[in-house]
């Protein structure tokens, strides 16, 4: 997985790119959860997550949530069809920000 | 789906039982779902219970050996239309009453797993690990 991180304002942007499984959750973690600390909207952008599997998701929920005792949000963008068939699968559509 | 999806077709591979496998094996599955031609919705849908399966075998089977130099081994078999796959590894006993994934309506994070390979297999089901292994899983799919 690689990444990439702009910044505008109050909104971070992040880019994840590749397979999103067990093996690179805490790296994407890593990531995501010190914007949504330090208060930020963050847009996750997945148009090049082609793979995300459960341990994936459960970093979109805990991003999610995370926000949410933040008072922020997380609104992912750009979702693959192959991801959003895995939202889709775990009832995620109307929990997340979906864009 | 091709003819050769109805044709008897078997391939196993090891995989050390590591996170860092996990990719090699998507890898491999979709090669061999490549030659039996199975089509693409399907593919990913299978390649994902798979690697469920075998992040399972990783997360817990070998949950207090992060370091082992154990493998695990994947077998898929296409017999007649019915697509089997087994693993095989040599981790902790698993019991299987006690595999089951969490409530879908509570959101929380983890115990997707079992819940994503249930819902895209057809059956389920824990077989006694015949020497030297000790869990062997195998998942059902009528094609």
């Known amino acids: 997985m690689s990444y990439k991180v702009t910044e505008e304002g109050n909104v971070a942007t992040v880019h994840l790119d590749g397979e999103i499984d067990m093996d690179v959750t805490e790296k994407a973690k890593e990531v995501i959860f010190p914007h949504i600390d330090a208060g930020k909207e963050v847009h996750l952008n997945l148009s090049n997550v082609q793979y995300m599997d459960s341990s994936g998701i459960s970093v979109l929920i805990e991003s999610h949530q995370k926000a949410l005792e933040k008072n922020t ?27 | 789906m091709s003819e050769l999806a109805h ?3 078997t391939e196993k591979k090891d995989f050390l039982v590591r996170s ?30 798979i690697a469920e399966a075998a992040q399972n075998i990783v997360k817990h089977a070998y949950k207090d050996s992060p370091d ?3 493998k695990m081994v994947v077998q898929i078999s296409c017999k007649e239309n019915k697509l089997q796959i087994g693993f095989y590894d040599m981790g902790t006993p698993v019991d299987p009453g006690k595999v089951k994934h969490r409530e879908i309506d509570n959101v929380k994070p983890g115990g997707l797993g079992t819940f994503f390979i249930q819902q ?6 824990f077989k006694d690990g015949k020497k030297p292994w000790i869990n062997h899983l195998v998942l059902t799919k009528q094609l």
């Open chain 2, 68 to 70: 082992t130099e154990d």
């Open chain 2, 20 to 49: 860092s496998s996990l990719k090699d094996v998507r890898s491999f599955c979709r090669e061999v779902f490549e030659k039996l031609h199975i089509d693409q919705s399907l593919k990913d849908e299978l390649v994902l219970a």
């Open chain 1, 73 to 99: 949000k997380v609104i992912i963008k750009e979702v693959s069809k192959s991801v959003l068939k895995v939202i889709m699968m775990a009832k995620l559509e109307q929990i997340l920000n979906l864009e």
């Open chain 2, 120 to 125: 895209i297999m057809d059956a389920v089901e």
């Open chain 2, 7 to 9: 044709t008897n077709h």
